[in-house]
């Protein structure tokens, strides 16, 4: 199979979402390339495939490994830099995908692509609570749109009032959930915004330690210490974790329903 077939054949198991496949059909063409054009193209496509495959680690290593003699006039960096930044991003490293974007913009400054970049950039300093520059961020994007003034006008004071105090996600502190449970058995649950779960873990513990003390009381001291208080520490241990679980979630779900509005406004601003 000559090279341009082998290729042909990689782009369409690509398309056709038979990613491993086609990985391994590009890893082929990595081997068989003899420019550094063509092994950069290829490293690319098959760290696509690993991204498709939600395998975010192993596209990142794979783009981490093209290396261009001149980044600014080669058409393929923009690209890279972009999947860099989503995949780290979609890895959870969100810090990592906001240098990875700064990066492209401290070389490329009068870069038009930027506005490709901006609204993922926004996600990432949404998911660091980074409320203004995020909005400043929102802003950037729009000014670069082709709309009229009136339009521009109208979007922006969207995005001041999606980013105004009163608006922006009522994000939980995961100490402050765990350190409420230390404190008050269920009042992290309450904190995190779970008060039922927070209600019912209190009344577990309260009941736990209410038998502990009567069988101690009675003189059952074996039986408080290995029923009661053994079964405390798992009730007690468990509600911090559970605490500190739910504070996260939350703040996920929150952060995920904001950047969701978000897409709907780029989408909605870009028609």
Request: charged residues 20%; contains cysteine; hydrophobic residues 40%.
């Amino acid at each position: 199979m000559n090279k341009k077939t082998a290729a042909a054949n990689a782009d369409s198991l690509f398309l056709s979402g038979n990613y491993f496949e086609a990985s391994i059909e590009y890893e082929y063409l990595i081997f068989k390339a003899e420019q550094p054009g063509s092994v950069n193209l290829y490293k690319y496509k098959k760290a696509l495939c690993y991204k498709k495959l939600n395998n975010y680690n192993r596209a990142l290593e794979e783009l981490q490994t093209i290396y261009f003699d001149n980044p600014q006039n080669d058409s393929l960096y923009r690209f890279v830099c972009y999947e860099q930044a989503l995949c780290f991003y979609l890895n959870g490293e969100t810090q990592k995908a906001l240098w990875k974007i700064d990066e492209y913009f401290r070389l490329n400054a009068d870069s038009v692509a930027w506005s490709d970049f901006l609204p993922l950039r926004v996600f990432c300093l949404n998911q660091n609570y980074q409320w203004n520059e995020a909005r400043q961020c929102l802003l950037s994007f729009i000014q670069m749109q082709n709309l009229t003034p009136e339009s521009k006008t109208e979007l922006e004071h969207l995005i001041n009032e999606m980013y105004n105090r009163k608006n922006i996600p009522k994000i939980r502190s995961v100490k402050k959930a765990e350190l409420f449970s230390r404190i008050i058995p269920g009042a992290g649950q309450i904190y995190a915004g779970m008060p039922g779960e927070g209600i019912v873990n209190f009344l577990i513990n309260a009941s736990i330690i209410a038998f502990t003390a009567h069988q101690v009381y009675n003189g059952f001291y074996i039986t408080g210490y290995l029923a009661g208080l053994g079964f405390f520490n798992k009730t007690y241990h468990g509600g911090i974790k559970r605490a500190e679980a739910i504070a996260v979630d939350r703040n996920k779900e929150l952060i995920t329903n904001l950047n969701s509005q978000i897409i709907a406004f780029i989408s909605e601003s870009s028609n």
